[in-house]
């Protein structure tokens, strides 16, 4: 599990940030701050996997805390969450390392895309090399999947997100649809559906095992 920090002065938009991370299921926000400096002396103690970070705060902005951080040693990825869209600041944190930048007011469907793309980074460097197309896809995003919108109607986005952490759990094996409904705790034809809107998307693929001995089974797997 991803460990999480919200750093916004906000409390509303704490709250929100908050429910939003916590809706996946493999992160946990474990500290949040209203200030710079607290944030500061707390993040050089213990280690986090994210932050999630506003810029307009007291004490000192979200990119000068972010140089602080980076000067010290603190290499914790960075989601900027803010409503600071000037190129200034968006080139600051770009160039201090933050691996996604969400322009308030957005909707739940950018911030769980951030999510991903920090997942799927995160999943990539632990790769002994990598080709061109990986870099291209897990890195710099040049063949990523399209900006993700809400499911369609029938479908919950916190089911889909329960589904896809199983997955990526696993990313190199094959599944069958009543191996997911088991792990996850739905119905087989709850998970199909599920399974087709993601082969639709080109997040899966799917293909038929004719090792089974008997009839042929159609198993799942992550693109690459």
């Given amino acids: 599990m991803y460990t999480v920090v919200i750093i916004e002065d906000d409390p509303m938009i704490t709250r929100l940030n908050?429910?939003?991370?916590?809706?996946?299921?493999?992160?946990?926000?474990?500290?949040?701050?209203s200030a710079a400096h607290p944030a500061l002396f707390w993040l050089q103690r213990n280690p986090i996997d994210l932050i999630i970070l506003d810029v307009y705060m007291p004490?000192?902005?979200?990119?000068?805390?972010?140089?602080?951080?980076?000067?010290?040693g603190v290499d914790a990825d960075v989601i900027m969450v803010t409503s600071a869209n000037d190129a200034k600041t968006v080139n600051d944190a770009v160039r201090l390392g933050?691996?996604?930048?969400?322009?308030?007011?957005?909707?739940y469907e950018r911030f769980q895309q951030a999510l991903e793309v920090f997942c799927r980074r995160r999943e990539s460097v632990q790769r002994d090399s990598f080709s061109q197309d990986a870099l291209d896809h897990t890195l710099f995003r040049?063949?990523?999947?399209?900006?993700?919108?809400?499911?369609?109607?029938?479908?919950?986005?916190?089911?889909?997100?329960?589904?896809?952490?199983y997955l990526r759990a696993a990313?190199?094996?094959?599944?069958?649809?009543?191996?997911i409904a088991s792990h996850v705790g739905l119905?087989?034809?709850?998970?199909?559906?599920?399974?087709?809107?993601?082969?639709?998307?080109?997040?899966i693929g799917s293909e038929m095992d004719y090792r089974t001995g008997g009839r042929p089974c159609l198993v799942y797997f992550l693109r690459q």
């Fill in 18 to 33: 908050r429910r939003y991370v916590e809706q996946d299921s493999r992160f946990a926000v474990v500290q949040t701050f």
């Fill in 59 to 72: 004490q000192m902005s979200g990119t000068e805390l972010l140089m602080q951080l980076r000067a010290k």
């Fill in 98 to 107: 933050a691996v996604d930048y969400l322009v308030k007011p957005f909707a």
């Fill in 142 to 165: 040049q063949t990523a999947p399209a900006p993700s919108a809400a499911p369609p109607k029938g479908l919950q986005s916190q089911t889909l997100a329960r589904i896809e952490a």
């Fill in 171 to 179: 990313p190199d094996e094959r599944h069958t649809s009543d191996e």
């Fill in 187 to 203: 119905s087989v034809v709850t998970v199909r559906r599920y399974m087709n809107y993601l082969t639709d998307r080109q997040i």
